[in-house]
């Protein structure tokens, strides 16, 4: 920790996306197929900015996702349907 004099503020959640500070305001949840069972979530946090970069560097993977608001809990992430070509 490096003290920067600002005052703590431990309950605003902050985006995953590296080198960003921005307040989250969806979470982005995601699964990998290979290692996680269908009822693994895992959240990332994702700013308005970052939230479809974030969903778009899952979903390049082939990993499922889903965008939530910040609050909405998300139980699963469904595969998604194969694509067509
Ligand atoms: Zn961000």
Request: aromatic content about 6%; some cysteine; proline content about 11%.
């Amino acid at each position: 920790m490096i003290g920067s004099g600002a005052p703590e503020v431990g309950d605003v959640p902050t985006c995953s996306r590296a080198g960003c500070r921005n307040a989250a305001t969806v979470t982005v949840n995601w699964r990998n197929p290979h290692i996680h069972s269908l009822d693994r979530v895992k959240v990332w946090l994702a700013c308005d900015e970052h939230s479809a970069y974030l969903h778009d560097y899952l979903a390049a993977r082939d990993f499922p996702v889903v965008l939530a608001p910040l609050g909405t809990p998300v139980e699963s992430v469904p595969s998604p349907a194969p694509a067509l070509s």
